[in-house]
């Protein structure tokens, strides 16, 4: 992935949450056809592996799975905010000569899949389930399937680890623009994507130019 110095995160954590705030990214496997695209959600265990360890699922009627089993070579993307960066809200200074850019976080996470079995594959349900409903004031539990609902379910199912082999992250957040232009754009950004605007201010903090 190309970058700049600049764009690097500022820290470990800011990678693994954005992948945990994400939740949802985008995987691509080499297959003998051509690169194979699905979308998926995943759990991101920190603990395994040098670059931590990802764990999903998918359906094996899904002609990906069968490239997931054979532990193809993959890459997870993740995407954090982004947005469209307008030159009409920097300050004229004595113009406004910027260029419009978009800015955008991002984590590639690439690695080899290894299928987990039913149990691995089952356990991992819970987990996700159970991070995905943890807020929510009336939350549903995998239990509400009934008697054998997730046995049934499991056959149709194929979980997998994937060891984050390497992993690269992009936080492009003006910090290649002049100061005052990124802090016009923040400003106008506050209003109408808060989570951009904050990830903006963040990685600009330490700029005194």
Known sequence: ?????????????????????????????????????????????????????????????????????????????????????????????????????????????????????DYGTARHLLQLVDMLERDRDDRWRMRELGPGGMERRMPSIIGFDMPIKRLEAKFKMGQDERLYDTDGAIGALEETDPALAAMMKTHNAHRCD
């Open 1 to 117: 992935m190309y970058s700049k110095p600049e764009f690097a995160p500022l820290s470990r954590d800011d990678v693994f949450g954005l992948i945990e705030a994400a939740v949802f990214a985008t995987v691509v496997t080499s297959g003998p056809q051509g690169l194979v695209v699905s979308h998926l959600p995943y759990v991101l265990d920190r603990t395994r592996g040098a670059n931590g360890t990802l764990v999903s699922h998918l359906a094996r009627a899904n002609p990906h799975s069968a490239l997931i089993a054979e532990g193809r070579e993959t890459v997870a993307v993740f995407q954090g905010p982004h947005g469209y960066i307008s030159p009409s809200w920097y300050p004229r200074n004595p113009v406004r000569d910027s260029a419009p850019t978009w800015n955008f976080a991002v984590v590639h996470c690439h690695g080899r899949p290894v299928p987990l079995d």
